[in-house]
C-alpha cells in the first residue's frame, strides 16, 4: 500500500464531520449523559500545545463516552472580554470586538484540525450580548438577594493595567498579567459576598471524592477557617481610646507580647489624620497590595503612637501600640498583638524598632534556658515563660487551654474567622460586561430595568485615554429611567464573572429569556468530567462553586450547589530553553544542530547555551507552534505523542523525535492495515488458532480500563504491543470473517486516540454499521490454570503452574514432587495456609 497520506485524509474527515456531524448523538433523555468540558480558552489568535493537550485529553473522553452509548455534551465557547484584547486594539487601532472575533475564527479552524469531537452548535462568547445579557440578569438577581454590594474599601491596584484586582489576582504581591507590584488604593468598588458561603465551600470539598487532593487542600487554604480568640487590650494614652480588639489564632503566646499594630485604616487613625508623618507613613503604605502575599514579600514598616497596650495576662507590662504596614483592616480587627518570638513578620518588625523578643515556646527537646535568637521559633513545642501556661505542648493543647482560661477570666472569647474575602468584580476597563446600574446625583443605586438588558458597550470609541475610556464616554453614561435622570455605573465586571458560569450556559445556549431552562441543566448539570490546569485550582473553580451557590441561594427551582463532579488536572507541555551568550532566549526555530553543538541558524559562529525544560511560555521563547506540527506530521500524530509520552496529571517533555517516533507509528498501523487486507483477501478456510480471539478480548478490557482511569499513555504502550501482535500472527492463517471481525474491534477501540486514521481504515473495509463499543468475549479470557506462590515460613521459594481450584493437599503434593521446591521442606510441617489459587504459605 502507498504511504499514508495523513494530510489528504484528515482534510477528508475535518469536512465530512463538519457536515455530518456524525460524532454527536440524538438527543433522547432516557439515555445517560455524560457532560465533557475543558479549560475555556481565551481567544488569542494561536492555540499553543497546552490547548492541545486539554482538548486532546477531552475529546479521547468524549469519543469513549460517545461510543458506550451515552448522550454527550463536548461544547467550546471563549473567555473573550479581558485586558489583553483592549491593549491589543489600542496598539493596533482596532476595535477589540473585532480582534477578539477575528482571533476566535483562526483558533477555531485550529482546533478543527485536530479531529476534536466538539458540538459547534453550542459555541458560546462571553463578549456576544446573547451571553452577557444573561450575565447581568444573574447579578441583578443576585443584587437583590443582597449577594452584590457596593462599599469604598481598600483594594489591590494594578498601576500597568490601570484595574483593580481580586486578592486571588495578585501573585507574590505582583498582577497575575502584567507582572507589576500591586498598590493599596481606597475605591468604591462592587463585590460579590463569597465570604457567606465560606463553611459550606470548605465543608463541602469533604463531598468531591472524585477531585484530586490537591486542589482540595489548595482551596481549604485559601478558605482559611482559623479559629482563635478575641482579646480585649486596655489602653493607656493621651486619646479618647479605652481598648482595642484583637483576633489571634495563637493566645497562648500572649507571655509574649511586646508590641501592638494596627492598620492604618483602624478608626484610631483619625486621631492622627494632621500629622504629617502619619499622612507620609499612609502614603507609604498604599505602595503595597492589600493581600497577605503582597505584604509578605514587602518591607515591615510603623508608625509609633502615644498609646500603650496593657497586657491581659499581666497587667504590670504595658508596649507600644503600632500602625504597621503588614496589618489588614479586613482580617479580624485590623489589629493584632505581635510575638516576635514566634512569628518571623513579628520578629522582623521588633528586630527594625529594637523591641522586646520574648521567648515562650521551646522545642520539646530542649530545656526552659531555650532562647529564641537568629529567628522567629514557629513550630511545635513546650510552653515556657509563661506562668500558669507553663507545660502546655504548643499549639495542639495549649491554644484550647488558653481560651478557656481567658474566658474564665473575661479577658476574651473563642472565635472562628476566615481567611476568604468577599470577592472585588469592578474593573476599571471597557472590554468588559458592563455593570447593570445608575446612579442618580446622591449616589443612590438603581438597577437597569429588565427591558432595558443587555447593556451594551458604546461602539467606536477611543481608548487612548488615561484610565477607565468608558469615564469619557458622556452620552452612554447618561440614561433615564423612569423620568429621572440617572449616569450608568462606568466598571465592567471582572472576566472570572464570565467564566463562573459558562457551563449552565452551554446546557442552553440559544435560550433567550434566561441564561437556562431548568430541564436542560436538570437533564446535563453538573458536569460529569472538567479537565484543566492546575492554576484554575482557586480562581475559575472556587469563584465557580460561589456562583452556583448563590444562584441557588433563596431558589426553589435551582438546588445545584457542585458545578463539577469530577475533577481532572493536566500537567503542562515542557520543552529545552535556549540562550544565546548575550543571556537572550532563543526559540527552537533559530537554532540549527551541528555536529552535535545547538548554534544560531542566522550566525552559526554563535554557540547556544541549553537550559533546564520548562512548561512552554512566550515569554522564554520555548514553545512550539501546533499548526506546523500538524503541518508536518498530522493531527492524529500530534494527539498521539501529546498521550503518550507521560500520564495526563503529569508533565509531558516535547521532543522532536517525539513526534516523529509518533509519525513513524501511524505509517507502520498503515502498513499492518494493508497487511490486514492481503490476508483477508487470501480466504483461507478456518482458524489456525484462537490467539487472535484472546488478544482482542484482552485488548478490548485493557483499553476500557486505561479510558475509565485516564492511563492514556499506557493506551498508547498497548497500542504498540498491538501492533507487534499482529505483524507476527497474521502470517497464521484466520479466516476473513475472523479477521474483520476482530480487526472492526481494534480499530473502534484506537478511535478515540486517532480519529482521522481510524476513519479512514473503517471506510476502506467498507463498514457500514453506527460504531459503538466493541464487546468481548470474557469466557475466552478466563484461564484453565493459574500461577500458585510457594512461601516456606513466609518466604517466597517458586511458582507452580497448575489447574484451578485443587485442593490443599493436592498442591502439597505437587510441592513434594517438585525438585527445586521439595528440597526446602527440611522438617515436619507444623501448619499449611492456602489462600485458593494464589498461595500456599508452609510453616516448618
Known amino acids: 500500500m502507498n504511504r499514508y497520506n ?36 481565551y481567544p488569542s489568535g494561536k492555540i499553543h500545545m497546552g490547548h492541545v493537550r486539554n482538548y486532546t485529553i477531552g475529546d479521547v473522553l468524549a469519543r469513549y463516552k460517545i461510543l458506550k452509548g451515552f448522550n454527550v455534551l463536548h461544547p467550546m465557547g471563549w473567555d473573550s472580554f479581558g485586558m489583553p484584547a483592549e491593549n491589543a486594539a489600542k496598539q493596533n487601532n482596532l476595535d477589540p470586538k473585532t480582534w477578539t472575533e477575528s482571533n476566535i475564527s483562526k483558533m477555531k479552524v485550529q482546533l478543527k484540525k485536530l479531529g476534536l469531537s466538539i458540538d459547534w452548535d453550542r459555541e458560546i462568547s462571553t463578549c456576544s450580548e446573547d451571553y452577557y445579557k444573561h450575565q447581568q440578569k444573574f447579578f441583578l438577581e443576585l443584587y437583590k438577594k443582597k449577594l452584590v454590594y457596593r462599599k469604598e474599601n481598600y483594594v489591590n491596584w494594578d498601576p500597568i493595567d490601570q484595574t483593580v484586582l481580586a486578592n486571588e489576582q495578585v501573585i507574590d504581591g505582583k498582577g497575575w498579567r502584567s507582572g507589576a507590584i500591586v498598590e493599596r488604593k481606597k475605591l468604591n468598588q462592587w463585590f460579590f459576598n463569597i465570604s457567606k458561603f465560606s463553611d459550606d465551600l470548605l465543608e463541602s470539598l469533604n463531598q468531591l471524592d472524585k477531585w484530586p487532593k490537591k486542589v482540595k487542600l489548595m482551596q481549604k487554604n485559601w478558605i482559611g477557617k482559623s479559629f482563635g480568640c478575641e482579646i480585649d487590650f486596655k489602653i493607656e494614652g493621651s486619646l479618647p481610646i479605652k481598648s482595642i480588639k484583637c483576633f489571634t489564632t495563637r493566645p497562648d503566646t500572649l507571655f509574649g507580647f511586646s508590641f501592638l499594630a494596627v492598620s492604618v485604616d483602624h478608626e484610631i487613625a483619625k486621631f492622627y489624620e494632621k500629622d504629617k508623618e502619619f499622612i507620609k507613613f499612609k502614603d507609604e503604605c498604599s505602595k503595597s497590595g492589600t493581600t497577605e502575599e503582597s505584604i509578605a514579600v514587602g518591607e515591615k514598616i510603623g508608625f509609633k503612637t502615644n498609646l500603650l497596650a496593657i497586657s491581659p495576662v499581666d497587667p504590670s507590662k504595658k508596649v507600644p501600640v503600632y500602625f504597621a504596614n503588614f496589618v489588614l483592616m479586613d482580617y479580624g480587627f485590623g489589629a493584632v498583638f505581635g510575638c516576635p518570638a514566634h512569628d518571623q513578620r513579628d520578629f522582623d518588625f521588633a528586630k527594625k524598632y529594637n523591641l522586646e523578643i520574648k521567648t515562650v515556646v521551646k522545642p520539646k527537646e530542649e530545656d526552659d534556658s531555650f532562647t529564641v535568637k537568629e529567628k522567629a521559633f514557629s513550630d511545635d513545642g513546650i510552653i515556657i515563660n509563661s506562668d500558669f501556661l507553663n507545660g502546655l505542648e504548643a499549639p495542639n493543647n495549649s491554644v484550647l487551654e488558653t481560651i478557656k482560661i481567658l474566658e474564665t477570666r473575661k479577658i476574651g472569647k473563642k472565635l472562628i474567622t476566615f481567611r476568604l474575602k468577599d470577592w472585588g468584580v469592578s474593573r476599571q476597563r471597557y472590554w ?65 464573572v464570565c467564566s463562573s458560569w459558562y457551563y449552565l450556559r452551554f446546557c442552553s445556549p440559544t435560550e433567550k429569556n434566561y441564561g437556562y431552562t431548568k430541564e436542560d441543566i436538570d437533564y446535563w448539570m453538573p458536569v460529569d468530567q472538567y479537565i484543566g490546569g492546575i492554576e484554575h485550582a482557586i480562581l475559575h473553580l472556587l469563584y465557580s462553586r460561589f456562583f452556583m451557590r448563590a444562584l441557588a441561594f433563596e431558589n426553589e427551582k435551582f438546588n445545584i450547589t457542585e458545578p463539577f463532579e469530577d475533577l481532572f488536572t493536566q500537567g503542562m ?32 559562529k554563535v554557540k547556544i547555551t541549553v537550559g533546564p525544560s520548562e512548561s512552554m511560555s512566550k515569554s522564554k521563547k520555548n514553545t512550539i507552534d501546533p499548526e506546523k506540527i500538524i503541518e508536518n506530521y498530522g493531527a492524529d500524530s500530534a494527539r498521539l505523542f501529546i498521550l503518550s509520552d507521560s500520564p495526563p496529571e503529569k508533565d509531558v517533555q516535547w521532543s522532536e523525535e517525539g513526534i516523529s517516533s509518533s509519525y513513524k507509528f501511524i505509517q507502520k498501523l498503515w502498513n499492518l492495515h494493508s497487511k490486514f487486507e492481503d490476508e483477508m483477501s487470501k480466504n483461507h478456510k478456518k482458524d489456525s488458532s484462537e490467539n487472535i480471539l484472546k488478544f482482542t478480548s484482552l485488548f478490548i478490557k485493557k483499553i476500557e480500563n486505561y479510558l475509565e482511569n485516564f492511563s492514556y499513555n499506557v493506551i498508547i504502550a498497548s497500542m504498540h504491543e498491538m501492533y ?99 528440597k526446602y521442606i527440611s522438617g515436619p510441617i507444623k501448619k499449611k495456609i492456602y489462600v485458593q489459587n494464589k498461595l500456599i504459605n508452609l510453616i516448618i
Request: hydrophobic share 30%; net charge neutral.
Open 6 to 41: 495523513f494530510k489528504e485524509v484528515e482534510l477528508k474527515w475535518q469536512k465530512f464531520w463538519e457536515q455530518n456531524k456524525t460524532f454527536k448523538s440524538k438527543l433522547d433523555k432516557s439515555k445517560k449523559k455524560f457532560y465533557c468540558l475543558e479549560m475555556f480558552p
Open 432 to 496: 468588559g460586561c458592563p455593570i447593570p446600574i445608575a446612579y442618580d446625583e446622591e449616589g443612590n443605586e438603581y438597577p437597569i430595568p429588565d427591558n432595558m438588558l443587555p447593556v451594551q458597550l458604546p461602539k467606536n470609541i477611543d481608548l487612548n485615554v488615561k484610565g477607565n475610556p468608558l469615564d469619557h464616554q458622556k452620552n452612554w453614561k447618561e440614561i433615564t429611567i423612569d423620568g429621572k435622570k440617572l449616569t450608568r455605573e462606568t466598571d465592567t465586571l471582572d472576566t472570572f
Open 573 to 604: 507541555v515542557c520543552h529545552e530553553t535556549y540562550k544565546d551568550p548575550e543571556n537572550n532566549w532563543v526559540s527552537p526555530d533559530e537554532i540549527e544542530t551541528i555536529n552535535g553543538e545547538k548554534r544560531l541558524r542566522k550566525n552559526n
Open 724 to 822: 507487534n501482535f499482529f505483524l507476527k500472527e497474521l502470517n497464521n492463517e484466520y479466516t476473513k470473517e475472523t479477521l474483520y471481525e476482530n480487526y472492526i474491534k481494534i480499530l473502534t477501540a484506537i478511535s478515540p486516540i486517532i480519529p482521522h486514521y481510524t476513519s479512514e481504515t473503517l471506510e476502506l473495509l467498507k463498514y457500514k454499521n453506527k460504531l459503538s463499543w466493541p464487546l468481548y468475549n470474557k469466557d475466552i479470557l478466563i484461564e484453565d490454570s493459574v500461577n500458585i506462590v510457594v512461601q516456606i515460613n513466609g518466604k517466597k521459594r517458586g511458582l507452580l503452574n497448575l489447574n484451578k481450584n485443587l485442593n490443599e493437599e493436592m498442591i502439597f503434593e505437587k510441592i513434594q514432587k517438585d525438585e527445586k521446591l521439595s
